[in-house]
Structures are given as C-alpha cells and as structure tokens.
C-alpha cells in the first residue's frame, strides 16, 4: 500500500506509511531450518505469518510509530519453503522473543521434534499464533537445537553488550578528552 492509498483508507486523517526491510537470517540444521527476523518495536499483535498455497512464508508488519498518530511502520516479505514444508502448515513453528521472530520450519524427511505431546503447544502452531519464550525455554531444557540456544543467548545478552560498549565509549571519553596536549 502506497502514502494515497493508506490516506484514501483513513478518511481525512492522512496516514503516512513507512516502509522498512528488517534484517533476516536463515539458520540450517539437521532437523530443521529457522529464520530468525529482527523486528525490533512490533508485538504479536502488529505481526502476521502465513504460510501460502504457493509454498511461500509471507511475514508482514505494521505499526504506528511512537504508540499512534499519523506515521505507521509497514513491511512485507516472503520467503520460499522448501518443498513439502508448506504442506503441513501446523509443524511450522513461530515465536517472538525480545524482538526477534523466530520461524523454525521442520525439513522434509526430519522427524518431528519434541514428539507433540503439549495439546496447547500444538493448538497455538496450528493457529499460527505468535507465542512467547516458553517454546524456547521449553527446547533448550530438552537439549534443543544449537541455533535456538544461540539465538536465545544473544537475545538475552544484548543489553549487557549494549551497556559494556557504552561504558567503554564514556571511560574514554572521560580519559582522553580532557587531556591536554603539549602546546597547552
């Protein structure tokens, strides 16, 4: 949807679209492949995953900026499937942690992980319904996949990344700014 036709769409209130390209990463592994999207500022409910009758993964967004107001964030992106992945929609997985979308979708010929034994586990995929970090937690107390245990530990350290560079920015900042030089 372009500017004219998010304005037509809103009436006399003009709504300003921006359109972005969130960073996305495939990991590969034996059992299955994740795409991990980082959509930084969206909730469950600003997101849409759908799988296609085309084999596609279509991953949509869109939210106002600054918790409303005219300026609204939008993306679209679509992802080929592998083949035979998009016929069974419900083995695909999808969660939102901290920020990033995690989209795990089984291989062909891979056994089924976790054997589906949780009804409400089961019930949330199939509806396509974005859950939290239990699934996450869930894998990795049972061993989970190298790519989930990654993603989680770099998800949940990057605040302390975050805060030691500024630390180290403003240590030295405050040791060689004020130094003075030898014509002083």
């Known amino acids: 949807m372009d500017q004219a036709a998010a304005a037509a769409a809103s009436g006399s209130r003009s709504r300003v679209l921006s359109e972005i390209d969130p960073h996305s990463e495939w990991i590969h592994g034996d059992e299955f492949d994740t795409l991990v999207l980082d959509v930084t500022g969206f909730s469950k409910d600003h997101l849409k995953v759908q799988v296609e009758a085309s084999g596609s993964l279509r991953i949509s967004g869109e939210r106002a900026v600054n918790g409303g107001g005219r300026h609204w964030l939008h993306f679209l992106k679509r992802f080929d499937l592998p083949p035979g992945a998009a016929g069974d929609a419900s083995a695909i997985k999808v969660q939102l942690d901290k920020g990033v979308l995690?989209?795990?979708?089984?291989?062909?010929?891979a056994p089924a992980a976790g054997?589906?034994?949780d009804?409400?586990?089961q019930q949330q995929q199939q509806e396509g319904e974005i859950a939290g970090g239990r699934h996450r937690r869930a894998a990795a107390r049972r061993g989970g996949h190298p790519a989930w245990q990654l993603a989680g530990a770099l998800s949940r350290h990057r605040q302390v990344v975050l805060n030691v560079v500024i630390a180290v920015v403003l240590l030295w900042l405050v040791t060689f700014a004020n130094k003075p030089t030898k014509n002083e």
């Open 102 to 109: 995690y989209v795990q979708v089984p291989r062909p010929g």
């Open 115 to 117: 054997g589906g034994s």
């Open 119 to 121: 009804g409400e586990q």
